[in-house]
């Protein structure tokens, strides 16, 4: 499922500047970190280079760091659709399209397809160089608890 952002969304897009959201010592900052900004009220979308550390022996990005940056992306996104409380991962279906390299900028792209009282589904795609890459479907469960002050996923 590509996405068709409408004219006015595209507009919207170009003008957000991603945001560092790894700014506490954690994995996904250990890694290098991970850009990220609002499109829309249901859409995101997040960035990460490849480097050496994050490659398999065959030379392609590890499947794991996949694996990481659309959880730590896809959950930020929940987070945000959630006013900031904290959510957890339930589920996440992954699908392993093609593969990326060092020095590849890998964009994800999330969009929420529900919200209820204590769920956020969602669905996202991992592309490089204009090709998918990955895409996977989730489930976050939102924490009965005020709005977190730990941040961001990732």
């Known amino acids: 499922m590509r996405y ?5 969304s595209y507009i919207n897009f ?6 560092q959201i790894s700014i506490k010592p954690g994995f996904i900052k250990h890694n290098g970190g991970l850009l990220f900004r609002n499109i829309s009220e249901n859409e995101y979308e997040f960035k990460s280079i490849i480097k050496e550390n994050h490659l398999n022996a065959a030379g392609i990005t590890h499947g794991g760091y996949i694996a990481a940056l659309i959880d730590a992306g896809s959950g930020t996104s929940a987070h945000r659709t959630s006013d900031g409380a904290p959510c957890v991962t339930i589920s996440l279906d992954l699908k392993f399209i093609g593969a990326s390299r060092e020095g590849d900028e890998i964009i994800g792209k999330t969009r929420i ?5 204590t769920l956020i589904f969602l669905f996202c795609e991992l592309s490089c160089k204009g090709k998918i890459i990955a895409s996977a479907s989730g ?9 977190s002050n730990l941040g961001p996923g990732g």
């Open 4 to 8: 068709n952002y409408p004219y006015y």
């Open 113 to 117: 397809l529900k919200k209820t009282k």
């Open 14 to 19: 170009m003008n957000k500047k991603f945001e």
């Open 139 to 147: 489930i976050w469960k939102i924490l009965k608890s005020s709005p």
